[in-house]
């Protein structure tokens, strides 16, 4: 989940941070640069773990910073497929779940992927919709999945903690436009998965056990 990555950087040190001793300064940029933030293909940074070398100090012509090559690395987030993560859920729809790490909320478990056989019920009308419906239609409705298992009906609900296996970590591209009514451009998306034993809210499996000591 946690990688170390190494990074070469040419960095202008604003005047500023002059006063600071040399790598106080350049770790308080770099921290400025890439804390919080998505890099393609290495994911997303947590932290400027160390500086391995600062070279250079020079300045140019126009310029009136300082420039240093800065070798650094950062401890970046970013999953692998097949790897099982532990969420909250943060929100509920007809296309599915959307799950939070409390640092990172771009997690989509889609309709598809949810634990079958399942249904789908609306918050305002109650209406029960099963997931063959839910894949004809492109409506957004807010509302609470269900897993259908031994004729009993366990709902997904948003104090659970969520058990999911992680099936895809993308990185889009920035859109030249996008639409008022979109989401948010994501620079970085992971699609889960709750079709699988042992996935879902943890109070299900919990549940079973306790059932099973009993027995």
Known sequence: ?????????KLPLPPPRLVLPIREAIHMELEKLFLDKVIANLGLCISVYDIISIDGGFIFPG????????????IMFRPFVGEIITARLISSDS???QLSLGFFDDIYVPAHHMPYPNHF??????????SSEES??????KGIW???FNEQEYPIQETDVIKFRVQNVSYPQIP????KESKPFAPMLITGSL??????PVSWWCAEEIEADDE
Request: charged share 25%; no cysteine; net charge negative.
């Open 95 to 97: 296309n599915g779940l």
């Open 121 to 130: 019920v609306e918050d305002e009308q109650g209406k029960r919709v099963s």
């Open 195 to 200: 079709d699988h034993d042992g996935l879902g």
């Open 1 to 9: 989940m946690f990688y170390l990555s190494k990074i070469e950087h």
């Open 146 to 148: 269900f897993w259908d």
């Open 63 to 74: 310029d009136g910073a300082p420039t240093y090559t800065v070798v650094f690395n950062l």
């Open 176 to 179: 030249v436009e996008q639409p």
């Open 136 to 141: 004809t239609t492109n409506s957004l409705r």
